[in-house]
């Protein structure tokens, strides 16, 4: 799940230095929306949330996080950043399901924003910060949706992504539309890596990790699970150094500091910290 996860940020960064960020994102939902159609069913009393998490957790996420990547030389300060979608969760359920946390949760939460800051004032993440921002409301975006997820009742994994899958697909195309431009001109003359990219992104991220990360919270407690994917965004980072340092493909040019070390471990041990203390089964991930 972990590998799958880690991987799906190389591919992504490929993909979107092969096609604009908008159409990237909408054709993988449509790969996803398309093995997904025989989940796709109406829950009455439901669909209200199920269309924001769709449009929050769906259109709106993806489109943070790529163009996170596309405006980020450096993969490993989105992966990171990335992971603040938990403790941004906690203050939203505090604050509007007057959810009570303790003291070890505040100091995860502290730790994990204290990490982003000092990865910020690193002098290469710095020059790079329009990425860390995309990354942010990325983050931000998708701990706003979990909340609506909390509120579902009965709704099967596999029908919440059908429906994620086929209203991000027609809202990013007509982002797309809108605010991106020579679409037929990019798909006809994308290269084999950028198509390879796309179905890579798709089918792993979604086919192996989402359905990886569901079929053990189904088996085991979401304490013991979610730490676990902390993994992915070390594995993303590890990739991204390894591709770097051989000149596998372009546009990676990923870098390691004392300080990013310092930073990085600082937000995973918060996110880690939050993450174990959470109990509600409910909660859906998305990397």
């Given at each position: 799940?972990?590998?799958?996860?880690?991987?799906?940020?190389?591919?992504?960064?490929?993909?979107?230095?092969?096609?604009?960020?908008?159409?990237?994102?909408?054709?993988?939902?449509?790969?996803?929306?398309?093995?997904?159609?025989?989940?796709?069913?109406?829950?009455?009393?439901?669909?209200?949330?199920?269309?924001?998490?769709?449009?929050?957790?769906?259109?709106?996420?993806?489109?943070?996080?790529?163009?996170?990547?596309?405006?980020?030389?450096?993969?490993?300060?989105?992966?990171?950043?990335?992971?603040?979608?938990?403790?941004?969760?906690?203050?939203?359920?505090?604050?509007?399901?007057?959810?009570?946390?303790?003291?070890?949760?505040?100091?995860?939460?502290?730790?994990?924003?204290?990490?982003?800051?000092?990865?910020?004032?690193?002098?290469?993440?710095?020059?790079?910060?329009?990425?860390?921002?995309?990354?942010l409301l990325a983050a931000l975006?998708?701990?706003?949706?979990?909340?609506?997820?909390?509120?579902?009742?009965?709704?099967?994994?596999?029908?919440?992504?059908?429906?994620?899958?086929?209203?991000?697909?027609?809202?990013?195309?007509?982002?797309?539309?809108?605010?991106?431009?020579?679409?037929?001109?990019?798909?006809?003359?994308?290269?084999?890596?950028?198509?390879?990219?796309?179905?890579?992104?798709?089918?792993?991220?979604?086919?192996?990790?989402?359905?990886?990360?569901?079929?053990?919270?189904?088996?085991?407690?979401?304490?013991?699970?979610?730490?676990?994917?902390?993994?992915?965004?070390?594995?993303?980072?590890?990739?991204?150094?390894?591709?770097?340092?051989?000149?596998?493909?372009?546009?990676?040019?990923?870098?390691?500091?004392?300080?990013?070390?310092?930073?990085?471990?600082?937000t995973l041990i918060g996110v880690?910290?939050?993450?174990?203390?959470?109990?509600?089964?409910?909660?859906?991930?998305?990397?």
């Amino acid at each position: 799940m972990n590998f799958a996860f880690g991987a799906a940020f190389i591919s992504a960064k490929i993909g979107v230095s092969e096609f604009p960020p908008f159409l990237f994102t909408a054709m993988r939902f449509l790969i996803i929306a398309l093995i997904l159609i025989p989940f796709l069913k109406i829950h009455k009393g439901q669909m209200k949330d199920i269309m924001i998490i769709a449009i929050l957790g769906g259109g709106i996420h993806f489109s943070f996080f790529y163009l996170a990547l596309v405006n980020s030389q450096y993969v490993s300060s989105v992966a990171i950043v990335l992971q603040l979608g938990v403790p941004f969760a906690t203050i939203l359920s505090v604050i509007f399901l007057k959810e009570v946390i303790r003291w070890k949760r505040i100091i995860g939460i502290c730790l994990a924003f204290g990490g982003v800051i000092i990865l910020i004032f690193e002098p290469t993440i710095f020059a790079d910060l329009g990425g860390v921002y995309f990354a942010l409301l990325a983050a931000l975006s998708m701990s706003v949706s979990l909340i609506f997820m909390k509120k579902l009742d009965n709704i099967k994994v596999f029908d919440l992504q059908a429906w994620i899958a086929v209203i991000s697909c027609v809202m990013l195309f007509i982002t797309s539309y809108i605010f991106e431009s020579n679409q037929i001109n990019v798909i006809v003359n994308a290269n084999v890596l950028g198509w390879a990219a796309v179905i890579f992104t798709a089918l792993v991220a979604t086919g192996i990790g989402h359905a990886g990360f569901y079929y053990l919270i189904t088996k085991y407690e979401l304490s013991k699970i979610t730490p676990l994917t902390l993994l992915a965004p070390v594995l993303a980072i590890i990739n991204a150094l390894v591709i770097s340092y051989f000149s596998i493909f372009d546009n990676f040019d990923e870098i390691i500091s004392l300080k990013i070390i310092i930073g990085s471990l600082c937000t995973l041990i918060g996110v880690g910290i939050v993450m174990t203390r959470e109990e509600d089964k409910r909660i859906i991930q998305s990397p």
